[in-house]
């Protein structure tokens, strides 16, 4: 089984970056922890800063993996159009978010790709992509 995932800006500096809200570990230590979990899942990981990359990302697995976790940081609060590539693609897309933007100000409780996913994880820090994961595989 194939699952991609995308971080978007700024995740690139997890364990770096407002460690209070983000905590202490680095994405790409987490992603070693991922693939001891579920040995069997052929992963991809990309990250961007960049809008269109990310959705050129988007189009290029969707057509082809069984699932996205998708970070889209943020780009959650302002891209109609990563929404838009969300709704074009046929893998599903679990949105994840590592803090409870529920809980934070009040720009980032919008979310333009909430709607056009299959679900969403917000506030249960990096656990969240594990979580999302688990959701893929089970279904399949
Ligand atoms: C985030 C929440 C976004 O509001 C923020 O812009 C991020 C990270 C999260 O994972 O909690 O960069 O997506």
Do not use: C
Request: no cysteine.
């Amino acid at each position: 089984m194939k699952i991609a995932i995308i971080n978007g800006p700024n995740l690139n500096l997890l364990g770096k970056r407002e460690t209070d809200i983000y905590g202490n570990q680095s994405f790409e230590k987490y992603m070693e922890e991922l693939k001891n979990l579920f040995p069997t899942v052929d992963f991809h990981y990309y990250q961007s800063n960049v809008e269109g990359e990310l959705i050129n990302e988007l189009q290029r697995v969707g057509y082809e993996y069984d699932g996205i976790v998708l970070n889209p940081a943020g780009y959650t609060h302002t891209s109609v159009a990563i929404g838009d590539a969300i709704a074009a693609i046929k893998a599903p897309v679990v949105e994840v978010h590592i803090s409870n933007v529920h809980s934070r100000e009040h720009f980032r409780h919008l979310s333009h790709v909430s709607g056009k996913s299959a679900g969403s994880i917000f506030g249960l820090g990096l656990k969240g992509y594990e979580l999302a994961i688990r959701w893929l595989t089970d279904r399949k």
